[in-house]
């Protein structure tokens, strides 16, 4: 198995909605990472976890909050978004250093398109 | 923080013709990678780059990593239709103590092709 998995594909919600996103990935990788992605803009690093801790926050509020229940899931919990929150999420995996150097098989899901009403 | 620019920010072309886009760096990093995104779909990575010098092929595909290690270019030669979709190229460090590797993005070129 060579995919992550996000789930759902798209998602519309209300700013006083609580709403979560998942991903799952069982390619054994120990680091796994969201970002959000603007139309035509590369992607922004939010969230790294690794070894399931969490490692890197890149200043997001805190109506994002980050889990990672083990180690092949990782979810995004949505509180209270506003409608510039609205994007694609996405979620991606690799492998760690130093057990490997190189690409680590950085692997993304197709995202949830997430439009915030 | 590290910045990648890449160009062009757009391209169009005809199918059949061939296609190059760089990216440059003001850091160094050890691997370069190059992504295509479709629209609505997650980034996939087409080639990876971890040697200053290396030249690697994927299909039409081929990738250069630069000898200083702050640039790589792609090329794309005959074109065709489901050519289409934003490429980016990205620069992958392991930060000094961590265990995984932090990604930063060019900006994009978008290629079009007509029939």
Redesign the interface.
């Known amino acids: 198995d060579t995919e992550v998995t996000q789930t759902p594909k798209h998602l519309v919600m209300g700013m006083t909605n609580k709403k979560s996103l998942k991903c799952e990935q069982h390619m054994g990788h120990r680091a796994m990472y969201w970002y959000k992605q603007k139309a035509k803009k590369p992607p922004e690093l939010m969230f790294v976890y690794s070894y399931e801790k969490l490692s890197i926050n890149e200043s997001v509020p805190s109506r994002f909050s980050p889990e990672c229940p083990n180690s092949s899931l990782l979810n995004l919990h949505l509180h209270a978004l506003q409608p510039e929150d609205s994007a694609l999420y996405l979620c991606a995996s690799s492998q760690v250093y130093p057990m490997v150097i190189g690409n680590y098989g950085y692997t993304f899901g197709s995202g949830t398109r997430l439009t915030v009403v | 923080g590290q910045q990648l620019n890449q160009s062009p920010q757009s391209m169009f072309i005809q199918e059949g013709e061939d296609v190059s886009m760089n990216c440059t760096s003001s850091s160094i990093f050890n691997?370069w990678?190059w992504?295509k995104q479709d629209p609505?779909?997650?980034?996939?990575?087409l080639i990876?780059l971890?040697k200053a010098g290396e030249l690697t092929s994927n299909g039409r595909l081929t990738a250069q990593f630069g000898i200083t290690r702050k640039d790589s270019f792609l090329n794309i030669s005959a074109s065709i239709p489901s050519d289409v979709g934003?490429y980016?190229c990205a620069g992958?460090e392991?930060a000094g103590g961590?265990?995984?590797?932090?990604?930063t993005?060019?900006?994009?070129t978008?290629l079009t092709v007509h029939p």
């Open positions: 691997t990678l992504y609505g779909e997650g980034p996939v990575l990876a971890y934003i980016f992958l392991n961590t265990s995984y590797g932090k990604l993005f060019g900006q994009g978008i």
